[in-house]
């Protein structure tokens, strides 16, 4: 079979698995017959499981996702891994964490210690220093506060921050706050609000959110482990890893399977590289693979030619069916991490609490 009739069948069965997944099914369950299976549902010891019930189905109907067990316990498993059910989780020494990073950016500045100290000795809008507020925040949520206050009062803030607050997620289910807002613009937001940023720190806006980010997009994944990998590094990042794979046993050449495509930064990364090395092999042009890299955020990148030809040639070569998707190699960074975990740990953390949540 030559690599183009391969890649034709290939490319035929992804429409097939496409066009269904970007069909949003329409809800058919009573919204209490759900409250009732998801406070069912959740772990024991669970407080006001009523409350999260209400929140997890509201999200579940605005975004109109099939409230089936297996979606369900997605939600639960992804709430209980980031928050153990707690709107805003304490997070252990942050005052600490979070003096440690300014003092890394005024390094990184050039700002001398003793201006930080001055700075953070100012008065704050809610009353005692800057520098005593920091020290006392227990949760994201407050820390942002604090810093969106120094941000808007403190010059120093803004040459630190960039006037852009440096808490990036929030929540029970720890959504990026990014992607809240741009989700937000595009698809809009149920509930009255001041702000998504805001919004993403309570317990329905956090919920709403992080719902949408796990489940609100159509893939071709056939285990749920794939989704909870994405959510933690990024959407389609296990189908992009795995096509990191196919490219390297194509070209020869050594890759991370880390889901990124497309390199950041000066020219492009080692996987264009690779494929682009591969262009003649494969009968395609440069223009040609950097249009269908552009697409490895969306299902569409499944339908091209880049996509379907790779994989055969890959396939050919190893005489074999490749996997189509792979949980991402990639080692997780925060100033709030303090041992070494990974995307694949996170995944499985996540995938036993699924399994246990559909047990029920």
């Known amino acids: 079979m030559t690599i183009r009739l391969r890649a034709t069948l290939v490319a035929a069965a992804a429409w097939l698995l496409a066009s269904c997944a970007t069909q949003p099914p329409v809800p058919t369950r009573r919204p209490a017959d759900i409250r009732a299976e ?18 997890i189905e509201k999200a579940f109907s605005e975004l109109r996702l099939e409230a089936d067990a297996p979606h369900l316990c997605a939600a639960i498993a992804v709430i209980g891994q980031e928050s153990g059910f707690v709107v805003n989780p304490v997070v252990p020494g942050l005052g600490r964490i979070a003096r440690a990073e300014i003092d890394r950016r005024a390094a990184a500045h050039h700002v001398p210690g003793f201006v930080v100290s001055a700075a953070l000795k100012l008065p704050s809008s809610q009353g005692g220093s800057y520098g005593e ?13 604090v810093y969106d206050d120094l941000i808007g009062r403190v010059p120093l803030g803004r040459r630190l921050f960039a006037n852009s607050n440096p808490v990036r997620t929030a929540g029970p289910m720890q959504v990026g706050i990014a992607f809240a807002e741009d989700f937000a ?34 893939v071709s994944y056939d285990r749920m482990i794939y ?50 090395a591969l262009a003649q092999t494969l009968d395609l042009g440069e223009r040609e693979t950097r249009r269908a890299l552009a697409k490895s955020g969306s299902i569409d990148f499944e339908r091209t030619a880049l996509y379907e030809r790779v994989f055969a040639h890959a396939e050919a070569i190893a005489h074999r069916k490749l996997p189509r998707a792979i949980v991402p190699d990639i080692r997780l960074k925060s100033p709030k991490i303090t041992r070494k975990l990974t995307t694949e740990w996170f995944a499985k953390r996540v995938d036993a609490r699924y399994r246990a949540c559909l047990a029920l």
């Open 133 to 145: 507020r920091i020290a006392g925040v227990r949760t994201e949520h407050e820390l942002s506060l």
């Open 38 to 55: 998801i406070r069912h549902r959740l772990p024991p010891g669970t407080a006001d499981r009523e409350g999260w019930a209400a929140d």
């Open 227 to 276: 989704r909870f990998a994405d959510y933690n590094a990024g959407r389609y990042a296990s189908r992009n890893a795995a096509f990191q794979n196919a490219v390297a046993i194509a070209s020869g050449s050594k890759l991370a399977l880390d889901g990124d495509l497309v390199g950041y930064g000066d020219g492009p990364g080692a996987t264009e590289r690779a494929v682009q």
């Open 185 to 218: 613009r595009e698809h809009g937001y149920p509930y009255p609000h001041a702000s998504i940023r805001d919004e993403a720190f309570t317990r329905r806006g956090g919920v709403y959110f992080g719902v949408a980010h796990l489940l609100a997009y159509p």
